[in-house]
């Protein structure tokens, strides 16, 4: 059946912060199934900080977005034809063509929901990648131990809200984070369980920090200040799970390297970047620990929704600035 169907375009590469006419709404018609393709109705998408690096003509973990072409990310939604084996009409799936309100994707790179307990929401934040991502930041990358205090930033966004409570779930003797606002502190300590928070507006990050810590490990979405702020608190032989650098996405000057790099050495430190990606290994056993943390309460979540395709680019924009508290996601 022919599916007339909207997705957003890059227009241009954007140039520091993005804006609008950096993008196209277009309106299309979409292919026939070729034979192992569904036909998938988008009903939710994420947005995501990372996609402001694909939007750059540089060479990265994956290619950047091309110009004039639907921009990629993840999302669910309903199967509304398939000729794919195993799956069928009306089967909820996740997968990696979101920007557009329906997609003709190849049945292999869709993965079947259950729905039946769980919105399928929950699959494009706490349950999927980004709960992935802070498990393998915690477990693989920092190695935390039990009784170790751990560090935050970027605490109230998807992943980082996720990494204090996996971190004190894991045993952590002490979990601090930083947000930017009163209301996403108190959303730290009061809900999530956070021994520690700050607002990083309040003051320089190093002075906010230097009275909860020092600290063991430390998860860093932000870069700049956060990271040399986090390396003057941590303890001999402390770990840093490199995951984003939000700060210098739109301005890699405000993003410059950290002033006290010798104390990396002094303290015998130890700094790696990760891309979760890279460790699909430990899937299985995160989807087994989380799904029970969610079930029983433990592992909490918010998703903050924008509605329609046409407010997707105004979605994007704003987990850029810090707008979300938690997952930011948009419904089609």
């Not at 410059?256 to 899937?283: E, W």
Request: hydrophobic share 40%; aromatic share 6%; with cysteine.
């Amino acid at each position: 059946m022919t599916t007339e169907t909207r997705e957003i375009h890059l227009a241009r590469r954007p140039s520091g912060a993005p804006v609008p006419d950096d993008f196209r709404l277009v309106t299309t018609t979409l292919p026939d199934l070729g034979e192992g393709e569904v036909l998938v109705r988008t009903d939710v998408m994420s947005v995501d900080p990372y996609m402001r690096g694909r939007m750059n003509d540089a060479k990265s973990y994956v290619p950047p977005f091309a110009l004039d072409a639907p921009l990629e990310g993840a999302a669910v939604g309903e199967v509304l034809e398939s000729r794919a084996e195993g799956i069928e009409v009306g089967d909820t799936v996740l997968h990696g063509l979101g920007w557009r309100e329906h997609a003709v994707v190849s049945g292999k790179a869709v993965r079947t929901l259950d729905v039946s307990t769980l919105p399928a929401s929950t699959y494009l934040g706490v349950l999927g990648s980004t709960g992935l991502t802070a498990y393998v930041g915690l477990t693989r990358i920092a190695e935390m131990k039990q009784g170790e205090t751990v560090f935050v930033s970027g605490a109230a966004g998807a992943v980082g809200s996720s990494v204090g409570q996996m971190a004190r779930l894991l045993g952590a003797g002490k979990v601090i984070g930083s947000a930017g606002s009163a209301d996403k502190v108190s959303w730290l300590t009061d809900d999530l369980g956070f021994d520690a928070a700050f607002d990083y507006h309040d003051g320089r990050v190093s002075d906010r920090l230097g009275e909860h810590g020092p600290v063991d490990v430390y998860f860093d979405n932000v870069g700049g200040e956060h990271l040399e702020a986090a390396i003057t608190h941590l303890n001999d032989f402390g770990r840093v799970a490199v995951c984003g650098m939000i700060a210098g996405y739109n301005d890699p000057s405000q993003a410059a390297g950290p002033r006290n790099m010798m104390m990396v050495v002094q303290k015998r430190l130890r700094l790696q970047g990760f891309i979760v990606t890279d460790h699909y290994d430990l899937a299985s056993e995160f989807y087994e620990k989380a799904g029970a943390w969610v079930a029983d309460g433990s592992l909490k979540h918010r998703e903050t929704f924008a509605d329609g395709l046409d407010h997707a680019v105004e979605a994007f924009l704003g987990v850029l600035s810090g707008a979300n508290t938690g997952k930011m996601l948009v419904r089609l």
